[in-house]
Every structure is written in C-alpha cells, then in structure tokens.
C-alpha cells in the first residue's frame, strides 16, 4: 500500500515537471503553418476541384473565351483576304460607325473605371459585415489581374508571330525543320519573352502574397477569400486604360493628319457636346422617376418640369450625332436597324401568344399534350426546309399560296418576299414618307412571320414549366374571395410569371439579335438589303468581301450592342421580376 502510494506521488511529480510540461506544451501547441490541419484539407480539396474542372476551362478557353478575344484582335487590323493583315488600330471602327467609334472607346474606358470601383465598393462593404480582413487582398489580387493581363498581352504579341509561319513556309521551305526554326523564332521574340517573363514573376508573388495574408491574419478572424473584386478590378482597369490609349492615339493621329492637310478637326467639340447631351439625357431620366417618389404636387410639378428642360438640352447637344453618325457604313446602320425591326416584330407577338396558348394549355382539356407535340415541332424542325417553304409560300408569283389567298379575297397579289417598300408606304400609298419612317419591308415582315411561327412554341412550353410552378392554393384562395378568371390572371399568374417571362425576354431579344439562318435563307437580293440583319452583314463581310478585320470590328459592336439591351433589360426586370 506504501509503495504504490510513492509510485502515484513519483509519477505525478515527473509528469508535472517543468521539462516534461514545456515538451508537452511544445507536442500540442498549434502550428501556424498555412499548411496543416483545417487549411490544409480546404487547400486539397480545391485544388481537386479545380484538377477536375481544368478540362471544362480548357474547353471553354479554348471555344469560348478565345475565340472573342481573337475577334478584338482582328477587329484593330485590315487587310483583304489576310489573316492577321496590317495593324490599323480602330480604321475598321471608324469605317462602320465613322467617329463616333471614339465616342464609344472614351465612354467604354470610363464605364469599365467605373464598374472596378463598383466591385472594389461591394467587396469592402462585404468585408466591413463579415468583419474580415479586405485590403490585405490587393496584393494578391492585383497581382494575379496583372498576371491575367500579361498573359493576355502574350497571346496578342505571339499571334501575328505565329500567322505569320504559314506565308513563310511556301516552296521549298515547308520543311518540319523550318516550322520548329519558325516556331523558336516566334516562341524567342524579344517582347514576347519579356512578358512571358513578367508573367512568370507575377505569378511567384502570388504564393507568397498569399502566405503572407495567412500569417498575418489572427487567429479569430475569418478566412474569407477576396480575390475576385481585386483580380476582376485589376482586369477592367488595364482594359480600360488600353481602351484610352487606342483612343488617345488615333485621335492624335488624325488631328495630325488633318492640320498636314490644313482641314479643321472639329471631333474633340463635337464629341464633347454629345456627351454631355448624353448626360443631361440621363439626368432627366433620374428627374423624371424620382417624382414618382413625392407627395407634394409642386415637387412633382418642379421636378417634371426640369426634366423636360433637361430632354430638350439633351435633345439639342445630341443633334451633333446624326452627322457623326452619317460618316459610317450606311449598309451597317441600316443593318442594324433591320435587326431593331425584327426583334421588335417577332419578341411581343411571339410571347403574347406563347402566354395565351400556355394558360389554354394548362387547363384542363382533351388531347393537350397532343397539342403541346404540335405547338413545339416548328421549333425542333430543320430552320432551312421550313424557310424555303415560307419562301415558296410567300413568293410572288400570281398562283403562290399567299397570293392565291389574297385573290379569292379580291385584293391585288403582292412581291411578299421579294418587296423592299416598307409597310406604312404600302398602306398610305399616297404619302411620301422618309426612309426611317417607312417602318420594316414587306420581305421583312415575311421573315418576322416566320420567326413568330417558329419560336412561339418554345415559348409555351417555357410557359408552361413557368405556370406549373404557381401554387394551386392561390388561385383555390382568390376563387373563395370571389375573384374572377381575369382578376386571378392579372394578380396571380402575371407577378409569378414575371421571372419566366424575363428569361424569355432576355433570351428572345439576344436570339432575335444572332438570327442568321433562316434570314439568309428567305432573303433575296429583289429586296435591295432590307431583309439583311447584322449578322448577315458580318458574314458577308466575312465570307463575300474576305475582310476578316472590318467582319471582326463589326462583331465586337454587335457584341455590344447584346450587352447594352441585356443591361437595360435587367435594370428594367429588377423593379418588375417577382420571385414569389
């Protein structure tokens, strides 16, 4: 009993020994490595994540990303039937749009500056709520945006280096040995080894950057990444500021030119005077919506008023752009107007009876998923034998189906397809109306027909998906109140189909915007261009003139013109969009 009492008393000594406890203090006292632990089973199981998604970055670089960035390079060089062909800078943008191209590079660099600072806001404001660290993120992040960025520099600096081998290997030096020589050539340029190499450097600062971050950050603050707002911001910054310096330069260039040819360069005053036209437009829309918001009629009186006096300062500034405007390629200009007709033709009818069939649809009747069959085939069938159908339907020979109808209705036969007169000059044939109020031709309301018949279908099935979703309690509710079918439609169904018909929207408008098959099938050449929308006009620019650079720029401003009409639509749907 003694011993063992002085075995327990020894024992406890030694293990509350000051050596033993400083080695068992040492053994469990937690290691600040970044690479241990919670941190370390987070960092494998990312990089096993992105291991995974490297062949869908792959593709999509590859397919997607890389092919629009080829177009911007393409869209800054000119020549016939050359790929890349001489460096131009914007000659192409001013060939289609004249100068208000510098108009949209000033305005694009800014609206880029702006959107960086809008994520650099969002993201502080995000760290401020979570309590996290922000700006300690910069370093990295800047530094991984600048690696992007000189990639990217790489790429444009190697491209003409690497088209460039195919014209050097004619005759008798299309040889596998003079390809490698070519290609080490290329690979050695000195400009492109240099940002190879700053490339290289950037990307070693950011491990370190991010060790850093790791140390310094204590032990009870959360390890919330943000990378994104400084790497986008990063991005958008050296976009815009070699936007600027494009604009910059052509615009000393040609004021250059101008003062050696001893004419006035007059662009600088007249593309101040429309911006800030464009200005004074916008301030008036912040005016006008801002009266909604009060409740004393003088206010309201007051601010309408100065938003009318601002829309006709607006109105006389922006009288400069119809000038600018005339300078570029009429055929686009009128293209894209095409493309406003058609999309304006075929996005309501085509939603509006998608809607009506949907609730028809969705009731219950006989045979509706026979008539759910029916309704969508013109959308799965080929768009090529469907429109050379159409075409046959709507041509205009005396005995053609359409015209045969308007016969036995005692109404004279028409051209349809073939009739480039626009529809308010045939139905005032004795008004003489200007070009731009003359509305879409004859041939193009054919094709937006063809449009409305074939995407409808869609549309009701999408409908369809969209009504499915709406609790049957609501209308079970509104029915016991004593609401009616209409009331029901109108407060139900409508707000809680907004979100499907904002999807529907959105896709219609950039679908109606890349339309291309079956336009160039129903077009012809009786109908004098009326019928070619953009997409027809890049591709004969593309296919017809061999001008891959004009054909590129003109892809980039179609690309634009998608984005500025998405970023409309979603400013008007999040007021409007309900989600239940």
């Given at each position: 009993m003694g011993d063992s009492s002085m075995a327990d008393v020894r024992l406890n000594e030694k293990s509350t020994s000051p050596s033993t406890g400083m080695q068992k203090s040492f053994l469990t006292a937690p290691r600040h490595s970044p690479l241990n632990g919670r941190q370390a089973r987070k960092l494998r199981e990312a990089l096993l994540a992105y291991l995974f998604l490297l062949p869908a970055f792959l593709i999509v670089g590859l397919f997607g990303i890389f092919p629009l960035f080829f177009a911007a390079f393409m869209s800054t060089h000119r020549g016939l039937n050359r790929i890349p062909g001489t460096f131009d800078g914007l000659g192409n943008y001013l060939q289609a749009v004249g100068e208000f191209s510098y108009l949209l590079g000033f305005w694009g660099s800014l609206l880029l500056l702006a959107v960086a600072g809008r994520l650099l806001w969002h993201g502080a404001r995000s760290a401020r709520e979570q309590r996290s660290r922000y700006w300690p993120w910069a370093l990295p992040g800047v530094a991984l945006g600048l690696f992007a960025a000189t990639l990217i520099g790489w790429v444009f600096r190697l491209l003409p280096l690497l088209l460039e081998i195919p014209s050097q290997m004619r005759g008798a030096r299309n040889t596998?040995?003079?390809?490698?020589?070519?290609?080490?050539?290329?690979?050695g340029h000195p400009q492109a080894s240099l940002l190879l190499w700053l490339a290289a450097a950037l990307l070693a600062l950011l491990p370190a950057s991010l060790w850093w971050i790791e140390r310094t950050r204590g032990r009870h603050r959360p390890a919330r990444s943000f990378l994104t707002p400084?790497?986008?911001?990063?991005?958008?910054?050296?976009?815009?500021?070699?936007?600027?310096?494009?604009?910059?330069?052509?615009?000393?260039?040609?004021?250059?030119?101008?003062?050696?040819?001893?004419?006035?360069?007059?662009?600088?005053?007249?593309?101040?005077?429309?911006?800030?036209?464009?200005?004074?437009?916008?301030?008036?829309?912040?005016?006008?919506?801002?009266?909604?918001?009060?409740?004393?009629?003088?206010?309201?009186?007051?601010?309408?008023?100065?938003?009318?006096?601002?829309?006709?300062?607006?109105?006389?500034?922006?009288?400069?752009?119809?000038?600018?405007?005339?300078?570029?390629?009429?055929?686009?200009?009128?293209?894209?107007?095409?493309?406003?007709?058609y999309s304006l033709g075929t996005i309501p009818p085509q939603l509006l009876v998608a809607l009506v069939l949907a609730v028809l649809l969705f009731q219950e009747i006989r045979g509706r998923s026979l008539f759910r069959v029916i309704y969508f085939l013109p959308y799965i069938a080929p768009f090529v034998g469907t429109a050379a159908v159409f075409k046959i339907l709507f041509s205009n020979r005396p005995t053609a189906p359409a015209n045969t109808l308007l016969a036995a209705a005692g109404l004279p036969p028409l051209n349809w397809i073939n009739e480039p007169a626009g529809l308010f000059t045939l139905m005032l044939p004795g008004l003489h109306l200007p070009e731009w109020l003359a509305g879409p031709s004859l041939a193009l309301a054919v094709i937006m027909l063809y449009g409305v018949w074939t995407f409808f279908g869609f549309n009701t099935v999408v409908f369809l998906a969209g009504l499915s979703n709406i609790p049957r309690e609501l209308y079970e509710a509104a029915a016991i109140d004593g609401a009616g079918r209409w009331p029901q439609f109108r407060h139900i169904t409508l707000p809680l189909l907004s979100p499907t018909l904002y999807f529907l929207t959105l896709y219609s408008v950039i679908g109606t915007f890349k339309a291309f098959n079956h336009i160039y099938v129903l077009r012809t050449g009786a109908a004098?261009?009326?019928?070619?929308?953009a997409s027809v006009v890049i591709f004969q620019a593309f296919q017809r003139d061999t001008r891959y650079g004009y054909a590129s720029a003109l892809a980039i401003l179609l690309l634009l013109a998608i984005l500025l009409l998405t970023v409309v639509n979603n400013r008007i749907a999040a007021q409007r969009v309900h989600y239940g």
């Amino acid at each position: 009993m003694g011993d063992s009492s002085m075995a327990d008393v020894r024992l406890n000594e030694k293990s509350t020994s000051p050596s033993t406890g400083m080695q068992k203090s040492f053994l469990t006292a937690p290691r600040h490595s970044p690479l241990n632990g919670r941190q370390a089973r987070k960092l494998r199981e990312a990089l096993l994540a992105y291991l995974f998604l490297l062949p869908a970055f792959l593709i999509v670089g590859l397919f997607g990303i890389f092919p629009l960035f080829f177009a911007a390079f393409m869209s800054t060089h000119r020549g016939l039937n050359r790929i890349p062909g001489t460096f131009d800078g914007l000659g192409n943008y001013l060939q289609a749009v004249g100068e208000f191209s510098y108009l949209l590079g000033f305005w694009g660099s800014l609206l880029l500056l702006a959107v960086a600072g809008r994520l650099l806001w969002h993201g502080a404001r995000s760290a401020r709520e979570q309590r996290s660290r922000y700006w300690p993120w910069a370093l990295p992040g800047v530094a991984l945006g600048l690696f992007a960025a000189t990639l990217i520099g790489w790429v444009f600096r190697l491209l003409p280096l690497l088209l460039e081998i195919p014209s050097q290997m004619r005759g008798a030096r299309n040889t596998p040995e003079t390809f490698r020589q070519l290609l080490g050539e290329a690979l050695g340029h000195p400009q492109a080894s240099l940002l190879l190499w700053l490339a290289a450097a950037l990307l070693a600062l950011l491990p370190a950057s991010l060790w850093w971050i790791e140390r310094t950050r204590g032990r009870h603050r959360p390890a919330r990444s943000f990378l994104t707002p400084f790497v986008a911001a990063t991005l958008l910054t050296v976009l815009a500021a070699s936007i600027g310096w494009l604009v910059w330069a052509e615009l000393q260039t040609a004021a250059a030119e101008a003062l050696a040819q001893g004419e006035q360069f007059d662009i600088q005053a007249q593309l101040l005077l429309i911006s800030m036209g464009f200005l004074l437009l916008a301030s008036s829309w912040w005016v006008w919506t801002s009266a909604s918001h009060r409740t004393a009629m003088a206010s309201v009186l007051a601010r309408l008023g100065g938003a009318t006096l601002l829309m006709l300062g607006a109105w006389l500034l922006i009288a400069e752009a119809p000038r600018v405007l005339a300078q570029g390629d009429r055929q686009w200009w009128q293209a894209l107007q095409t493309t406003f007709y058609y999309s304006l033709g075929t996005i309501p009818p085509q939603l509006l009876v998608a809607l009506v069939l949907a609730v028809l649809l969705f009731q219950e009747i006989r045979g509706r998923s026979l008539f759910r069959v029916i309704y969508f085939l013109p959308y799965i069938a080929p768009f090529v034998g469907t429109a050379a159908v159409f075409k046959i339907l709507f041509s205009n020979r005396p005995t053609a189906p359409a015209n045969t109808l308007l016969a036995a209705a005692g109404l004279p036969p028409l051209n349809w397809i073939n009739e480039p007169a626009g529809l308010f000059t045939l139905m005032l044939p004795g008004l003489h109306l200007p070009e731009w109020l003359a509305g879409p031709s004859l041939a193009l309301a054919v094709i937006m027909l063809y449009g409305v018949w074939t995407f409808f279908g869609f549309n009701t099935v999408v409908f369809l998906a969209g009504l499915s979703n709406i609790p049957r309690e609501l209308y079970e509710a509104a029915a016991i109140d004593g609401a009616g079918r209409w009331p029901q439609f109108r407060h139900i169904t409508l707000p809680l189909l907004s979100p499907t018909l904002y999807f529907l929207t959105l896709y219609s408008v950039i679908g109606t915007f890349k339309a291309f098959n079956h336009i160039y099938v129903l077009r012809t050449g009786a109908a004098l261009g009326t019928t070619d929308t953009a997409s027809v006009v890049i591709f004969q620019a593309f296919q017809r003139d061999t001008r891959y650079g004009y054909a590129s720029a003109l892809a980039i401003l179609l690309l634009l013109a998608i984005l500025l009409l998405t970023v409309v639509n979603n400013r008007i749907a999040a007021q409007r969009v309900h989600y239940g």
